[in-house]
């Protein structure tokens, strides 16, 4: 069989990084709307924009992570 006749070094039960990549998407979006907040937070008692910023960074950061974390959801 093809599958037999293996040249590279990959296992044949190769693991899956879902389950990593899962937990890293729930830390980063946990981490994300955290820091937005605090930013948020900061530029309005500061009143300086390199907070504001700072919480659009960490903000569309949650947003990635939450979107990787519905696709994980999707293909589960």
């Given at each position: 069989m093809w599958l037999r006749d293996r040249e590279g070094t990959e296992p044949v039960n190769a693991r899956?990084?879902?389950?990593?990549r899962r937990?890293?998407?729930?830390?980063?979006?946990?981490?994300g709307v955290a820091l937005?907040?605090?930013?948020?937070?900061?530029a309005k008692v500061t009143g300086e924009e390199v907070?504001?910023?700072?919480?659009?960074?960490?903000?569309?950061?949650a947003l990635v992570a939450a979107g990787d974390i519905m696709l994980l959801r999707r293909r589960k």
């Open positions: 899956s990084p879902v389950r990593l937990v890293l998407s729930v830390i980063a979006l946990v981490a937005a907040a605090f930013f948020a937070w900061r907070w504001s910023w700072e919480a659009v960074i960490a903000a569309a950061v």
